[in-house]
């Protein structure tokens, strides 16, 4: 009997011994990655990436002059700030970090507050030529760059079908180059200071805005339109009456936020140069879904932010377009919207 009872415990043991074995077995082994895992999220438009999400941005300064249009590679930026480059004819610093054109152009000229952007955001700053200021702070070193004075008919190349200064192009394997000439680090080294949420707030929309307009001055060929497709949920963009596509392309801009930032503007030099406040923050209009918002805006590390109640002001997942104008004719004159 002894030796039953011994057998039986060996017995009882063994199967638990088993038991736990089994069960072990049975747990769901660790997974890979899938695809979908590697997945992350582009900075500056809330959108997943495919990587590296860390990809250095770059800002161009885009010529908006009429001979310059149709221009190259602004479908790509994940943000076009729009800005005056002396008296009421506007300039683009696109800002690229999640896709990139073949090509940028025509570009042109630096000002010192495009510098001051491409410093916050820690990108590296393409242009052709520069103002006086701006000139001292890109041989200060302050941002890594390159700039066509220095590379014209080598990096940078004209076309035959535009004449100067409205026909300078480079192509982001010569963006990437001179990125190398200069040993600037290929990695994006910042924070964004973007929120995004899945689609526009809309409990915090104050009216309907299905057509947008912008003015600088009174000269309607910079005058911006945006008009929402309410199927796409996108803005499209004109300038002057006619719409604003992509040369090689001919695909139109859209966006998905438009922003409208109030800032001071002082003309510094008879060749109607501006020094604009970028620092300071001041009264905004967000345009999203449809809808339009007042709100703030406020600069933090330098970055423009939409803000409300000193909080952030979420977009909507995608790329955005924002309007600098001065704080003096304001938004009461200088924009308008329809439902």
């Given at each position: 009997m002894k030796n039953w009872a011994l057998i039986i415990g060996i017995v009882v043991v063994l199967a638990v011994f088993a038991a736990g074995f089994w069960l072990i077995l049975k747990e769901d082994p660790v997974e890979e990655p899938s695809i979908?895992?590697?997945l992350t999220i582009a900075p500056f438009t809330g959108e997943e990436a495919v990587p590296p999400a860390n990809r250095r941005s770059v800002m161009a300064v885009i010529n908006n002059h009429p001979d310059a249009?149709?221009?190259?590679?602004?479908?790509?930026?994940?943000?076009?700030f729009e800005m005056i480059a002396e008296y009421d004819i506007t300039r683009f610093v696109a800002l690229y970090q999640s896709d990139f054109p073949d090509t940028f152009?025509?570009?042109?000229?630096?000002?010192?507050?495009?510098?001051?952007?491409?410093?916050?955001y820690d990108a590296f700053f393409v242009a052709h030529g520069y103002s006086p200021d701006a000139q001292v702070m890109l041989e200060s070193g302050v941002v890594d760059h390159v700039n066509g004075i220095d590379h014209d008919g080598t990096l940078f190349e004209r076309s035959s079908d535009r004449i100067a200064p409205h026909n300078s192009y480079i192509s982001l394997e010569n963006v990437e180059t001179a990125m190398e000439n200069v040993q600037a680090s290929p990695e994006y080294s910042g924070n964004s200071p973007y929120h995004f949420s899945g689609s526009?707030?809309?409990?915090k929309l104050e009216g309907q805005a299905l057509s947008v307009r912008v003015e600088y001055g009174t000269n309607e060929l910079f005058f911006s339109d945006f008009?929402?497709?309410?199927q796409s949920h996108l803005y499209s963009r004109s300038s002057g009456g006619v719409p604003t596509t992509d040369k090689e392309t001919l695909e139109t801009v859209e966006v998905s936020n438009v922003l409208v930032f109030e800032a001071q503007h002082q003309t510094v030099d008879s060749e109607g140069r501006q020094s604009i406040d970028l620092a300071s923050g001041g009264d905004a209009l967000l345009f999203q879904g449809g809808g339009v918002r007042e709100i703030e805006w406020s600069s933090i590390d330098g970055k423009l932010v939409p803000t409300a109640d000193g909080e952030t002001v979420d977009?909507?997942?995608?790329?955005?377009?924002?309007?600098?104008i001065?704080?003096?004719p304001g938004?009461?004159?200088s924009v308008s919207y329809t439902p």
């Open positions: 979908d895992d590697a249009r149709p221009q190259t590679g602004l479908r790509e930026a994940d943000i076009v152009g025509p570009m042109r000229s630096a000002r010192e507050y495009f510098v001051e952007l491409a410093a916050a526009a707030g809309n409990d008009t929402y497709d309410t977009l909507v997942p995608g790329k955005t377009w924002i309007h600098i001065p704080s003096s938004m009461g004159r």
